[in-house]
């Protein structure tokens, strides 16, 4: 067989071949006369996979055979001498599909060079960019967030459709491909545009800078703006700010927060909330250097109502008294309910006073009556107060004393509030010594009563007799009352101790009736005492045992009494009255209760407090309030006396003021039965004048000489 290629081997075929080989691309060259293969290189046959050899000869056509090829031999083969340069395909020999760029030029009229370079790698890469970016894309707009990328100059790169949707751009805004108008947009549609601004030029100037921030935007939307930097080659090329709306969560956290610091009942914020509080107040006091107070307020008796009313009412109640207790207080100052009948108040700022202030009104707020689906009651609340820094540096020191202190004034008979006393650890032993003492005193009989005459103003006479209880100790010699009979109250035993102060005054009267002296004489009557479910039974018992004439007796009680329980103690005081047994208030003026409100109770006498008299007739103040107390006493159709009158001055003020009784150190202190009987004189009976019918001088000089007799 003839060698297609021999014709042609001869020395240009041989100038062409080393030529083509000198190219660093694949290339053959074709005779425009057959339009055949003259010479090819080695290249060319790498890239169609063939021998070099078997491409000579071979038809153009065959070599690269896309349409575009096709016109272009076909028309240089009707003499155009054209060029042709595009991106084909070519099929190699074994089949596979090479993506080439390719030219074809005519060289010297006679031949035509095929140049053909392999374009598959670029067209791979290409590929995998364009798939690489489609699946970005993909990414981008699958994300719940607003993704918006910028290089350094904050000229836009990319964004999604989220991006847009968060910050409501307008479409035409996006496609206007105008930043410094998307830029604008979301200036104008945060709430603190010049925030925002500062906080861009400060990330700007930090390319390495991540950053997490919450804008608040126009629309009411929360979003949260973290950015990231681009890097590109190693090098920070960008910024990455993605968006997202928090709106929906916040309002959520808001939400669940307000559940979780708010009692459910009352809407009120709840314990946590208050430690929350406190725990502000406690780092702004040590700041600005203020205290600030904690109030533990407790209702007295609830159960009682729940009990017998049922839990709605119950609900109510609570509902009600906690709206009582916001109405009374200052703007700042905090209310919760921290339990299911126990409320708590934190004074920012607050002293002693202030709180003692608030203490008064929210024991006035809540002991007005209540009227609760037909049902009328009225309740009272024990309050314990603490204050930062005094009594303790922490919550739940404040906590303990506050609650403490309302304790105590559960323990002394309600409806009344107390500061925590810092007691020292010391204090409280000794606290535990003198209630162990007492208890001895009780049984080794060591308690003695002292009687203190009361007079009338108007002539002088002894007309009743104050029992107040003494005690010496061998070790610790004389303790005042005010000393043992908190403790007493604190730790119950003043139940045992005011039982004996009943029975032995209750015979010393009986005794004195019993010679002719008809005195009535007074006792007091702790809360605690009073409270016990037996106490008018062992009254009247007392009474019949020792033959004493109800009228005789005189109980002196505490405001606090009336005003805790008050259906429970009209119910006593009742019963009392029934006995014939006269009631007065002690210490009158230094509670809360009204004189109104007394009208309910059988209350015979009120005992204005020594703290109003001391001050007669000089103090204004005090002039004011034992007017107005005798006033409205005279109007009930109630006697006064005046406790610790100390004073001629006083006791003439008195006097003038229309008050008919009075005890103090004017005429005699407490004293012995037997000195007692000796102030008395002798039975009316035996005797003339009557000890009880002394001038009120004569007996006030007879008292000095008492005095002196009995101090000394
Ligand atoms: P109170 O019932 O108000 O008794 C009057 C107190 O004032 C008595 O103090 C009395 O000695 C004192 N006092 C009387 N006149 C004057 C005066 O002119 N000037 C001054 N500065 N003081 C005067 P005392 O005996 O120390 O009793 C103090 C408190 O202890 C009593 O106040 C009473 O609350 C309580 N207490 C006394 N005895 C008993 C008792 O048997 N049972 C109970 N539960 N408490 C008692
Ligand atoms: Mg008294
Ligand atoms: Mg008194």
Redesign the pocket.
Known sequence: MNDPLAPAVDTASAHWQALLQGLPDAAWLVALADQRVVAANDAAALLLGCARESLAGESALVLAASPEDIAFWEACAAGERGALLSDTVVTTADGRQLHTSRSIRIVGDTHALVLLRDRSGEERAERERESLLSELQATLESTADGILVTDLFGRIRAFNRRFAQIWGLPLELLQQHDDAAVHNWLTENVVDAAAYLQRLGTLNQAALLHASDRLRLRSGQIVERVTRPLYSDGQASGRVWSYRDLTERVAADERIEALTFSDALTGLPNRRRLAARCAEAVTASQAGGKSFALLVIDLDRFRQINDSLGHDVGDRVLLDVGQRMQSCLREPDLLARIGGDQFAVLLYPADGQAAEASARRLLNVVAQPCSIEGAQFTLTCSIGMALFPSHGGSIDDLVRHAEGAMRSVKQGGRANFRLHQARAEGDRRSHMRLDHAMRQALVSNRFRL?Y?PQVRMSDGAIVGA????RWRDPEMGDV???RF?PVAEDSGF?VA??DW?LSQAVRQAALWTQRGYHVPIA????AL?FQQSHFVDRVANVLAVSGLPPPLLEL?LTESILLHDAADALLRLGALSQLGVKLSI??FGTGYSSLAYLKRFPIHKL?ID?SFISGLPGDDSDVGIVRAILQMAHALGMKVIA????TEGQRQFLLDAGCSEF????YS??VDSLSFERLLGPPPAAAAPPAASLSPELAARRNQRRIRLVRG
């Open positions: 002292h203190q104050e029992a107040l209880l005042p009352p005010s009979i003043i101790i005011g102060v006792i007091n009557v702790s005492q002196e002690d210490d005992k020594r406790e610790g009158v100390e005890q103090g150190f004017l202190p407490g």
